[in-house]
């Protein structure tokens, strides 16, 4: 596969003055530009993100005190929806289900993927721009239109959709079902169906650029961990989200054009309805295709993220950077056939979750191989304690805890005991909630200097960390032994269950970390958005990276480089190498050598 991509004379900085005379509006709103479009994903999803955890931070207050009113509620919701600050059933299911639908599409996928994707492709294989910038540019604006319609079903009359996250049929199918089946659903589906052309939109913009627009000397070998993984997310998502598409559009035609896809001798307040023939665990089908995929669709990037400030941070080349790509690969494959371990306790032939088993723990293997290497790059470091170092490893940390409770789950006879409890939603917290928050946080931490061009508060960023690590632990911890005595999820109370007594204690203090956890991120916002435009002026290369995109200047200009694009001449961790005779590093005095510095005499590329 060919490496070389050059720059025609037409692509240099000096040719482009017309694009320095940009309105407000074709620079900051409708720009084409990979750099003003990743800040879009980026603000945006963090405004998502402010909504998601207001919703989880009210139905928390719920969970730990069921009998109290508040007036919040009442402020918040409405007298419908909280009568004199006492949150009503209906709410709490339609606030569930809008925070993990935020937080999962709205947060994670598009602060990674969108953010990050379009910040460095460009950046770190050499090249000027996406391959199309318009794609580019229509990807964020259809992101932004469904979550604008995603909003605005949280103002409908009859509630927004309130059928969970995963909007399991016949709830989801039947408008008449709730309040929250009508109107509401219906701007979940077609916000959805938005979300799902955006996002393939930008995937396929990822995978072209990757492939084609490589500067000269940037074999797929010499690529960063970022881009790799990035690569690969793209490529899941191609595979999958047309499945998530499908499903909606076959609930849409359920729902408002008489078939039977889904539904079958159903019964609504004694009257029996038309439908025949449809399954409902034909939709789990369809949802968990995209469903378990979307995980990896959301720890890649992180994982890449993590990568990349591990080994910068550690002043060390990343360990097994072939096992790595390996892994992700691996990784990518595996997701696609795993789905069936969300649906044991549909009804599904015994010998088939007897598969969906093994293929489940098989994906241990590759996770794995990723968490060992990421210690190992940390062992005897010269470890740089930022706070993007301090997410990375508390990345790991989360990951790991949070795996650990996954082979639990992928085992058929043990999740059956223990499905749709509370240890599902500590596992999956864990695992992909909050170590993918914690890569997006070491990336923003990371990549600001080159975002913005100044340098974020190092010591808010201390304090960000410590009080987010301890809350997030203090949230999911205690969730896992609730689940294990059985506590059910998706209940707006347990007082009518004298069983659940006991554990009401540990709701409450549950929800305290979680107000506290909640309440930090305050720290963190004021931390971006005032270093935005107060912040230390960054300096070109402020962690002493190796990587291409710190050697394009501090201001943004169109088409990243002045002048030619920079060759490449070897890989992408080359930390702390030592010259032949071991008595200094490669380049005298710096323990860093730029993936655009030629190898020196005698020198010999590294082999990953």
Known sequence: MSAIATAP???????????????????????TDHKMIAKQYLITGILMGIVGIMMSVLFRMQLAWP???????EWLLGDKWAPDGVMTPSIYLALVTIHGTIMVFFVLTAGLSGTFSNLLIPLQIGARDMASGFMNMLSYWLFFISCVIMLSSLFIESGPASAGWTIYPPLSALPQAIGGSGMGMTLWLISMAIFIASSLLGSLNYIVTVLNLRTKGMSMMRLPLTIWAFFVTAIIGVVSFPVLLSAALLLIMDRSFGTSFFLSDIYLEGEVLSHQGGSPVLFEHLFWFLGHPEVYIVILPAMGIVSEVLATNSRKPI??????VASILAIAFLSTIVWGHHMFVSGMNPFLGSVFTFTTLLIAIPSAV?????ITTLWKGNLQMNPAMLFSIGFVSTFITGGLTGIILGDSTLDINVHDTYFVIAHFHLVMGISAIYGLLAGVYHWFPKMFGRMMNKNLGYVHFWITAVGAYGVFFPMHFI???????????????????????????????????????????YNFFSSIFFGQKATQNPWNSTTLEWTTPVEHIHGNWPGTIPSVYR?????????????????????????NVPLQDHEEELNH
Not at 319 to 324: D, E, K, L, Q, V
């Open 319 to 324: 360990f097994g950077y072939r096992a790595m």
């Open 67 to 73: 009998e109290e009113s508040f007036m919040l509620f």
């Open 483 to 525: 689940g294990l005595a059985g506590l059910p999820r998706r209940y707006y109370t347990n007082t009518a269950f004298p069983y659940f007594d006991d554990l009401a204690d540990v709701n409450v203090i549950i929800t305290i970390f979680a107000l506290i956890t909640a309440g930090v991120q305050v720290v963190f916002l």
């Open 9 to 31: 004379a037409h692509d240099h900085h000096d040719d482009h003055g017309h694009h320095h005379k940009q309105t407000f509006i074709t620079k900051y709103i409708f720009s």
């Open 370 to 374: 990723k968490a060992f290497n990421w």
């Open 571 to 595: 890989w992408s961790y080359d930390y702390s190498k030592m010259n032949l005779e071991a008595t200094d590093y490669v380049l005298p005095g710096q323990d860093f050598v730029p993936q």
